[in-house]
């Protein structure tokens, strides 16, 4: 488990649960009801926490194939961009084809931690 002093990335604040904590948060800073340093608090505690349940509680595995259309790294984070993707369930039991994927992968620890 990780300890408070530990840094993680907020790249969980883009999808739909950190949009919504993030809006909610603005909501009421511009109420006047919460400090903007609280709000920080709550950002970070939310980072750590999905990135902790990610790791703990998800089990599942899948698999992909497609065609890699552009990568690049920088700022020791990885960018994919795959077409004509297929995902397949561990078990086989569904596959899910898309036109286009982006994929970010960043290292386990973060750069001002090595």
Known sequence: MATNNTNFYDLY???????????????????ERIDPQLAMKVLTQFDRIVAEALSEKV????????????????????????????????????????DKVKIVSCSAKRGDEK
């Open 59 to 98: 089990k599942a595995r899948l698999t992909f194939k497609g065609s890699l259309d552009t990568y690049r790294f920088c700022d020791e984070v990885w960018t994919f961009l795959i077409k004509n993707v297929t995902f397949k369930m561990d078990n086989g039991a569904h596959t899910v084809q898309v």
């Open 13 to 31: 604040r883009h999808g739909s649960l950190g949009v919504s904590l993030t809006d909610a948060l603005d909501d009421l800073i511009g109420a």
